[in-house]
């Protein structure tokens, strides 16, 4: 069972999410505004990353900007054969995120490729391979950016 | 920025995580060969033309407690989808609020925001709550909540 978080675990989550300093010891500076040790901050996080609270502490990369594609794809899979399908396109090192939705298009997943042209190759390549079709749903307009989760 | 062999090391070298030491620049410098010095300059370039959207904290959301992840689909007269988008896009619990093509007949949507709430009622009421305030009642919407996750990693960079 995970301990749970507690105050100062939440001021380190709440501030630590859109940034972090750059320099040359910047946990001592990240802690010293939290009003905590460098030490005591780095077990905090190696804590909550052991316990998964955190998925890591790092860089979060702008895909485009990289030179490479990233696109929103969406598929109706019938109850019966959706394991087998997610099995399918799973086995794809390109697919990032595979969730279930509740909706006739029940599959959603982030295509991540290296280089933009990629995205429709690999689309074709699941579709051959599982037989149903992929409706491509890329990015036109971002109105908002950012995802931040207040505890 | 123009980015180098250096900075596409680098990019790989830290893309899992930053280490948890107390100089941890210079421990990525000597991993791939770079001085600290100028991992902290070409990190800090990279953050500034947006290579990197954001250092520091990635949360999971899910263990945290957000179990009710929400996806909102809308489907907006394409004269209001700046207007829609920009009134969504400001409200605190929407965390991403995208234009995406429609795929027509079969999928009429084309603005997409997420919603993570702890409780899918809670979420249920806030939507409901947000289409009145905010003058949305004529758009259809639909509100796709996620059931299993199979996978989740972010995108891996070579």
Redesign the interface.
């Known amino acids: 069972m ?1 301990r749970e ?1 507690d105050s100062i675990d939440r001021a ?2 709440n501030r ?5 300093p ?7 500076a990240a802690a010293e505004i939290i009003g905590i040790s ?1 030490s005591e901050l ?1 077990r905090r ?2 804590r909550m ?1 052991e ?13 485009e ?2 030179g ?1 594609g ?1 696109s ?1 794809c ?1 598929m ?1 899979i019938p109850e019966e054969q959706y394991d087998q399908v ?1 099995e399918q396109v ?1 086995a794809f ?1 390109e ?9 006739a ?1 029940n599959m ?3 295509l ?1 490729t ?1 280089t933009p042209e990629r995205i429709g190759s690999v689309l074709e390549e699941i579709e051959r391979r599982t037989g149903f079709r992929v ?15 207040e ?1 | 920025m123009v980015l180098n062999e250096q900075d596409y090391r680098l990019i790989a070298e830290i893309q899992g995580g930053l280490p948890l030491t107390s100089h941890p620049y210079a421990e990525i410098g000597e991993r791939i060969g770079l001085d600290e010095k100028t991992v902290i300059q070409r990190i800090d370039a990279m953050l500034e033309s947006g290579i990197i959207k954001r250092l520091g904290i990635v949360v999971r959301h899910h263990e945290l407690g957000y179990t009710a992840n929400a996806m909102v689909v809308w489907d907006v007269p394409d004269e209001r989808l700046n207007e829609v988008g920009e009134k969504l896009g400001a409200l605190d619990c929407i965390t991403l609020c995208y234009q995406r093509p429609r795929r027509l007949p079969d999928w009429p949507y084309n603005l997409f925001c997420m919603i993570h709430g702890q409780e899918r009622e809670k979420v249920l009421a806030y939507i409901d709550r947000l289409v009145g305030s905010e003058g949305l009642a004529d758009i259809p919407h639909k509100v796709l909540f996620s059931g299993r996750r199979f996978k989740q990693r972010g995108a891996r960079y070579q």
């Open positions: 995970n978080l380190i989550l630590y999410q859109g940034g972090f750059i320099c040359e010891r910047p946990y001592q460098e780095i996080l190696e990353l316990q998964k609270q955190l998925s890591r502490f790092g860089p979060m990369y702008h895909a900007r990289l490479g990233l929103l969406a109706r997610t799973n090192p697919v990032a995120h595979n969730y279930a939705r509740d909706h298009f959603w997943f982030v991540a290296e409706y491509n749903m890329p990015k036109l307009q971002e109105f908002f950016i950012g995802l931040k989760f505890v």
